[in-house]
Nanobody, 116 residues
């Protein structure tokens, strides 16, 4: 069973930064997609940034230029560096991974709250 564990969330003010981490119990090289989604209160879960099967990244327009996804294969960890946080970024952020044979894994999520 694959476990994805997020960390790094918290309460920040607008304009500040946070870095989220997602540690995988399986080598992340075995996933064909891995990244971050978020869900704000009363809204559907949405893609934030992911590494796709061909090694490229897919980043939501709402966070382009502010958020960066990166990975450390040796540490089996994917990161989400978030800069210039806005009130609208408040959400639970989930790590997601897919192995390409029909299995999709989710972490439990980490809360990010942006408030003045």
């Amino acid at each position: 069973q694959v476990q994805l564990v997020e960390s790094g969330g918290g309460l920040v003010q607008p304009g500040e930064s946070l870095r989220l981490s997602c540690a995988s119990s399986r080598s992340i090289n075995r996933f064909n997609a891995m990244g971050w989604y978020r869900q704000a209160p009363g809204k559907q879960r949405e893609l934030v940034a992911v590494f796709t099967w061909n090694g490229l990244t897919n980043v939501a327009d709402s966070v382009k230029g502010r958020f960066t996804i990166s990975r450390d294969n040796a540490a089996n960890t994917v990161y989400l560096q978030m800069h210039s946080l806005e009130l609208e970024d408040t959400a639970v952020y989930y790590c997601n991974a897919a192995d390409g044979i029909g299995n999709v894994y989710w972490g439990r999520g980490t809360q990010v709250t942006v408030s003045s």
